[in-house]
């Protein structure tokens, strides 16, 4: 099975900066990545697919990039409501596989 | 409007089973591929098990491959995981998932609210 890893496992960031997450794929996937947001209690939400598509209604802040086997999701101006964990997956096939998930905090 | 609407989950006993069902609507069923995905108490998601949207094809996670079995009935938009041989590892919500489709992958665009499933003594 394709082993997701990312990195950092969280950080703290203050409302407005810029932050990025790293993932990595233990083989190439081409572009078939997603990103997922979730909040305590609360289902993931699908965010990023493709490595860089945006899901409808997804604003503009989140972007992905990457290929084969490293991507990010950048997110451009962090606002109060994107404190969450995020969390990658692989899409090559039926047989998920996701990424330990980031924690993005409060400083 | 998608729903998926779980059910099912409750306190079974190591070694026991649990049937989980998955009530959904507001899409043409039969179309999506859909999975199960679960996640134990403060710890992250892990896939567990998916079927294709005519249920020929059945994908497992290695943790419960020859314990757990999914089906689909298309003519109750209703996806199942059959749970045996329960373990205390099993303990998580699980989350049903719908596949939306898309020619560049496979994700999960709608998720249930999640049923909690423990496995105790």
């Known amino acids: 099975d394709i082993q997701m890893t990312q990195s950092p496992s969280s950080v703290s960031a203050s409302v407005g900066d810029r932050v990025t997450i790293t993932c990595r794929a233990s083989q190439g996937i081409s572009s078939w990545l997603a990103w997922y947001q979730q909040k305590p209690g609360k289902a993931p939400k699908l965010l990023i697919y493709a490595a860089s598509r945006l899901q409808s209604g997804v604003p503009s802040r989140f972007s992905g990039s990457g290929s084969g086997t490293d991507f990010t999701l950048t997110i451009s101006s962090l606002q109060p409501e994107d404190f969450a964990t995020y969390y990658c997956q692989q899409a090559n096939s039926l047989r998920l596989t996701f990424g330990g998930g980031t924690k993005v905090e409060i400083k | 409007e998608v729903q998926l609407l779980e059910s099912g989950g409750g306190l079974v006993q190591p070694g026991g089973s649990l049937r989980l069902s998955c009530a959904a609507s507001g899409f043409t069923f039969s179309s999506y591929a859909m999975s199960w995905v679960r996640q134990a108490p403060g710890k992250g998601l892990e896939w567990v098990s998916a079927?294709?949207?005519?249920?020929?094809?059945?994908y497992y996670a290695d943790s419960v491959k020859g314990r757990f079995t999914i089906s689909r009935d298309n003519s109750k938009n209703t996806v199942y995981l059959q749970m045996n041989s329960l373990r205390a590892e099993d303990t998580a919500v699980y989350y049903c998932a719908k596949d939306p489709g898309y020619s560049s992958g496979w994700y999960v665009d709608y998720w249930g609210q999640g049923t909690l499933v423990t496995v105790s003594s």
């Open positions: 079927i294709s949207g005519s249920g020929s094809s059945t």
